[in-house]
């Protein structure tokens, strides 16, 4: 079993950044990829970035070139900065994990999520 819990979100006005971190514990070795996934208010979840353990990284369109997702293996750690906020990058951003069948990701986890809103 493999738990995560974030930090790092609050309040910031359009234009800031903020830096999101998670924090792995439990099946740690089971983990291939953590990623950072948001749902805005009255929308669906919508996948933000992803990275493996090897440093492959993804982006949704929406963030690339303004977030940056990075990963600490010692650590058991994975953090998300996020430049250039806008308000609608306000979000529950939730950190998950999953990992690798055949060339099959499989959720492991979600964290319980921490707000970020971006307003002025």
């Known amino acids: 079993q493999v738990e995560l819990v974030e930090s790092g979100g609050g309040l910031v006005q359009p234009g800031g950044s903020l830096r999101l971190s998670c924090v792995a514990s439990?099946?740690?070795?089971?983990?291939?990829?953590m990623g950072w996934d948001r749902q805005p208010p009255g929308r669906q979840r919508e996948s933000v970035a992803t990275?493996?353990?090897?440093?492959?990284?993804n982006y949704a369109d929406s963030v690339k070139g303004r977030f940056t997702i990075s990963r600490d293996n010692a650590k058991n750690m994975v953090y998300l900065q996020m430049n250039s906020l806008r308000p609608e990058d306000t979000a529950i951003y939730f950190c998950?994990?999953?990992?690798?069948?055949?060339?099959?990701?499989?959720?492991?986890?979600w964290g319980q999520g921490t707000q970020v809103t971006v307003s002025s």
């Open positions: 998950n994990a999953s990992r690798k069948v055949g060339s099959t990701m499989i959720a492991l986890a």
């Open positions: 439990g099946n740690i070795n089971s983990i291939e990829r």
């Open positions: 990275i493996t353990t090897a440093g492959n990284t």
